[in-house]
């Protein structure tokens, strides 16, 4: 009786309990109280932060991967894996991200872009963090040519993107870089506002710019169509994540396929979303995240961020020095792909100084080029050191 008593609290997750669980476990929690009562982005962290609880709890195996055996040239199962385990494979085989930039482009009006086209040299600028940082990575010693350009994505505020490039370049790094992506979007609000009034002025600030122009139905058409086809030949590996995001514009503009639009925007990004972020949180265990790299990917992560802000904010200065037009280079910071939270910081930051000042729309226009131009970025540097 005694010896069965013991075998099973040898097999409880209390006998299995080691400190870095439950480190990991208490990081998971801080997670959930960001998400939960802080209100830091919960869509993503709430499942997210589970999914790192679940991966540390001693025994449940939740990420096993199934046990095989081959006899008489047939494979046959000893053990399945865990449920967690086969659902990652979407991670894994790039499947979810290109499903979420899909909903995103269902959900997205790409009409500022294409009313202001300068607003994409914008998006294009917020880029520079991912670059800076994919040097300054390989600089440290600490990380291999695919690792850095996996880290540096990370600047792009695009947890899908990160997660798609990470999955071919760098995936046993897959959970930190997945983390700290998503991590950065939730803290849009606070990381970007200080950053953005240390590079203005108040006279900046309160720059009201000029209404923009109606957008036909034909040019919102006739866009992502154009697109896919000049990204796709000019970076084929972007044509993925670029595809989907045009396909689900294009589902839409087009105004004929109602309910494919609704579940792109609705039933099928909320599901992709829950496994996403699930099984990217139980990548984060305690072996695979405790370590002195998880930090310098947290540090370069967040670096590049900043530097992607700011980029944008000085393009947007610049641009009013040389081109003589009138934009108001908070909308600048919004060059990053976090949509449409970036926006909204160029909102709240401008009505801050001039409550009658509404930027949100002129916002939206790097924003959207911001989704672009990291998914080009992804496409980039996956030609340049993908197998």
């Known amino acids: 009786m005694l010896e069965a008593l013991l075998d099973f609290a040898k097999s409880t997750g209390f006998y299995g309990l080691t400190i870095g669980a439950i480190l990991m476990v208490g990081i998971a929690c801080i997670l959930l109280y960001l998400a939960i009562v802080k209100k830091f982005e919960p869509l993503l962290l709430v499942p997210i932060a589970f999914g790192v609880l679940l991966t540390n709890l001693p025994f449940a195996d939740l990420m096993a991967e199934p046990v095989m055996e081959i006899k008489e040239n047939v494979i046959h199962t000893i053990q399945p894996g865990g449920l967690l385990y086969y659902l990652f494979q979407g991670d894994h085989l790039g499947i979810f991200p290109p499903l979420i930039f899909m909903g995103v482009g269902a959900m997205t009006d790409f009409g500022p872009l294409i009313a202001n086209p300068k607003s994409l040299l914008l998006g294009a600028a917020a880029q520079f963090g991912i670059f800076i940082t994919f040097i300054g990575a390989i600089a440290s010693g600490l990380f291999t040519a695919q690792e850095a350009a996996s880290i540096g994505i990370i600047g792009g505020a695009d ?14 790094l897959l959970g930190p870089i997945a983390i ?3 991590s950065y979007m939730a803290l ?14 108040q006279k900046e600030r309160v720059i009201r710019m000029t209404q923009l122009r109606d957008v036909t139905k034909r040019e919102k058409i006739l866009f992502p169509i154009i697109v896919t086809i000049v990204v796709s030949l000019m970076v084929p590996p972007a044509a993925t994540l670029i595809g989907m995001l045009m396909l689900g514009n294009l589902f839409r503009e087009s105004g004929v396929v109602g309910r494919l639009e609704d579940t792109a925007k609705n039933a099928l990004i909320n599901i992709i979303t829950i496994f996403l972020g699930v099984t990217v949180g139980a990548t984060a265990t305690a072996e695979q995240f405790l370590k ?15 530097i992607g802000t700011a980029s944008g904010v000085l393009l947007a200065k610049l641009m009013n020095k040389l081109m003589n037009v009138r934009i108001n280079p908070l909308i600048g910071s919004a060059g990053v792909s976090a949509v449409p939270m970036a926006a909204r910081v160029s909102q709240v930051v401008g009505q801050k100084a001039d409550p009658g000042n509404f930027l949100l729309m002129h916002a939206m226009g790097p924003n959207v080029a ?17 197998n």
Do not use: C, D, N, W
């Open 159 to 172: 947890g899908p993107t990160a997660i798609f490039l990470s999955s071919k370049l760098a995936p046993h």
């Open 180 to 182: 700290a992506a998503y």
């Open 188 to 201: 849009v609000p606070i990381i970007q506002p200080p950053i953005m009034r240390l590079l203005t002025t």
């Open 292 to 306: 002195i790299e998880t930090l310098a990917i947290l540090t370069l992560g967040v670096t590049a961020f900043a």
């Open 370 to 386: 911001g989704v672009i131009g990291s998914a080009v970025s992804a496409g980039v540097l996956l030609s340049l050191f993908g």
